[in-house]
């Protein structure tokens, strides 16, 4: 089965790409327009792309730094950011997916703790009937730590939040974090 894997940085599709390998054919698709700023983007972009031609991903990069479009439809919808990024991002991959003849998608955004798995969960289904293909849903949060500690040892770029312009003043403003998920 041929999967369209959403990729949103280097470090956090170390442990996806390894476990989804097992059992899929994998392509790696680079869509993050939420990322913030500019050069952010591009070092997220650069560490992925360097990782998977060492491992031999192909890789869907659009390359395109949607900022503009991300913050009109995030503006005024702040609470929701969260919930219309993963929709628009993993929107995109469905449809890529459907449109190049995968089989099925899935999103590196299962690996992180910090991320709502029930929302990327709906979604994900959402949008499998929507595009007619599969969905897949695994729990990667269990390699959080490994997916960490291989990137160190690789000696990758990694970043101390998730991308947009709200998260990293959330890292950084204590006065804004929101707490972590449970620990698997």
Known sequence: MRILLHTCCGPCSIYPLEQLRQDYEISAFFFNPN?????????????????CKSE???VVDEGVYGLEEYLRKVTFNEDKRCQICYQWRMEETARRAAEDGFDGFSTTLLYSRYQDH????????????????????????????YGIDKSREYGMYRQSYCGCIYSE???????????KSKKI
Do not use: S
Not at 35 to 51: M, V
Not at 126 to 140: F, H, M, N, R, S
């Open 118 to 145: 029930e929302e990327l969960k709906k979604c994900g289904f959402d949008l499998a009937e929507k595009y007619g293909i599969t969905y897949v849903y695994q729990d990667l949060r269990v390699g959080w730590q």
């Open 56 to 58: 031999n991903i192909p």
């Open 35 to 51: 990322i913030h700023p500019f050069l952010e983007f591009k070092r997220r972009q650069e560490t992925l792309l360097a990782f």
């Open 169 to 179: 003043q959330d890292r950084y403003d204590p006065a804004k974090r929101k707490p």
